[in-house]
């Protein structure tokens, strides 16, 4: 196990290094001139050169390159062209909110999802699970930020329970902040985990259909027995793939989801910053966004290898 982690890890930098040039290169040949653009059209060139200067946009492109990527070794992400702060600074105060809603929309997501999943599967062909699946593609059909505008109408502005949009930080009051993601959480939730059911659904009956299953009912065990005991822990590859992609989804969504809340969110950073063309602002925010995606698929590698322990070994599971 451990050699397999060592092996992902490796993986896991060279990959970042790669998505970082990416961004970077992409970002660097977008047309525009971010000093004048800070400076408007009436600006003078010595103006425009002075600020370049200031912004370090002066130098060579590998040069500034490999100058971030030293401050992002040494957790410097530049400092904001248009808000002339810390970088480092604006991101983590962001992600006090955008990384608590990615997690609870996907803990909300995988509670939902996987249930109704396994049930359709249980009761294949029958009622319930032609309910469930009708629901499933009525929530994969629908986008989030409909239902998001949907739950404040219902629990936010006729039956005011929850609050309609704004965010007071953690430090202050907790209990209001945790309120504040309740909305946002549901509606970038229930997308994912009609996905969640139907992926699990499909895992799932394709597994009660292989010998040891068939083994384990002739054995004594009754249907719903023997897929709890070994049904499902086989099915989980498939839908673990699909919830470490999710995150990624989840991450993206918000930018939608904390405008339609008024949170402030990294998704608002971003959408600021890409108005602002605060390029060192948008460059760190979304590398940031792909090291959490990443960092999930990590996890994702060792659980699959913790469920099955043939993926560690190099062995290729059996259909």
Do not use: C
């Amino acid at each position: 196990m451990i050699g397999f982690a060592v092996t992902r890890i490796f993986g896991v930098a060279v990959t970042l290094l790669v998505a970082a040039a990416i961004i970077f290169l992409l970002l660097d040949i977008m047309p525009g001139d971010p000093a004048r653009f800070m400076l408007g059209i009436n600006a003078t060139e010595d103006a425009v050169a002075a600020l370049r200067t200031d912004l370090g946009l002066d130098k060579p492109t590998l040069e500034r390159f490999f100058i971030w990527l030293f401050g992002l070794f040494q957790g410097d992400l530049g400092i904001s062209f248009s808000q002339r702060e810390p970088v480092t600074a604006l991101m983590l105060e962001r992600l006090q909110v955008s990384l608590p809603l990615a997690l609870s929309a996907l803990f909300l997501s995988t509670i939902i999802g996987l249930p109704i999943g396994i049930i359709a599967a249980q009761n294949r062909g029958k009622f319930g699970d032609t309910s469930a699946m009708i629901l499933a593609q009525i929530g994969v059909a629908i986008p989030n930020f409909w239902f998001a505008m949907l739950l404040v109408l219902l629990f936010a502005v006729t039956w005011r329970i929850f609050p309609p949009g704004g965010f007071v930080p953690w430090g202050e009051n907790p209990a209001h902040a945790a309120r504040s993601l309740v909305l946002p959480a549901i509606a970038l939730a229930l997308p994912q985990a009609a996905i969640l059911a139907r992926i699990m659904r499909t895992s799932l009956v394709d597994i009660m259909q292989a010998d040891f299953i068939r083994t384990a009912r002739a054995k004594g065990l009754s249907l719903n027995q023997a897929v709890w005991r070994h049904g499902v822990r086989n099915a989980l590859l498939p839908v673990l793939t699909i919830m470490g992609l999710q995150f990624a989804f989840l991450i993206a969504g918000t930018i939608i989801v904390e405008n339609v809340f008024y949170l402030p969110g990294l998704g608002r950073l971003i959408f600021s910053a890409i108005s602002a063309r605060d390029l060192i602002v948008v460059r760190s925010s979304i590398l940031v966004l792909v090291a959490l995606v990443i960092l999930v698929m990590f996890i994702v590698d060792l659980t699959y290898a913790w469920v099955d322990p043939r993926i560690r070994q190099g062995g290729q599971r059996d259909g």
